[in-house]
């Protein structure tokens, strides 16, 4: 079994309030789950309004696939999900 989890920093240059922060990241999160049925959640940077960093996580028995589907959803927010801006990303696998 190979589990894998990808982190991604985010900047939120239009927030002004952590209301508008979730307003963001709550969407993305469920747009992360139904579009490529990993695991997702926000994991750092809670209290901060421009700053967010999620993770995504999903399971498999073959370490190809299991990168795949990370790389493709880290891509996926970095260039279709105008609303935030990646400023970093990295993939585990164990």
């Known amino acids: 079994m190979i589990i894998g ?3 991604v920093q985010l900047y ?3 927030v002004a309030s952590l209301k508008e922060k ?3 990241i709550k969407p993305l999160l469920a747009q ?3 579009r490529f049925e ?3 959640a926000e994991v750092a ?3 901060t309004w421009q ?3 999620i993770a995504f996580v999903t399971v498999a028995n073959d370490s190809g696939h299991v990168y795949a589907v990370l790389e493709k959803a880290a891509h996926w927010v970095e260039d279709d999900y105008r609303a935030v801006s990646v400023t970093d ?3 585990e696998l164990r």
């Open 51 to 53: 700053s967010a960093e």
């Open 12 to 14: 939120l240059p239009a």
């Open 45 to 47: 940077h809670h209290d």
């Open 32 to 34: 992360l789950r139904r």
């Open 38 to 40: 990993v695991a997702a």
């Open 5 to 7: 989890a990808c982190t």
């Open 89 to 91: 990303w990295q993939i």
């Open 22 to 24: 979730r307003s963001l």
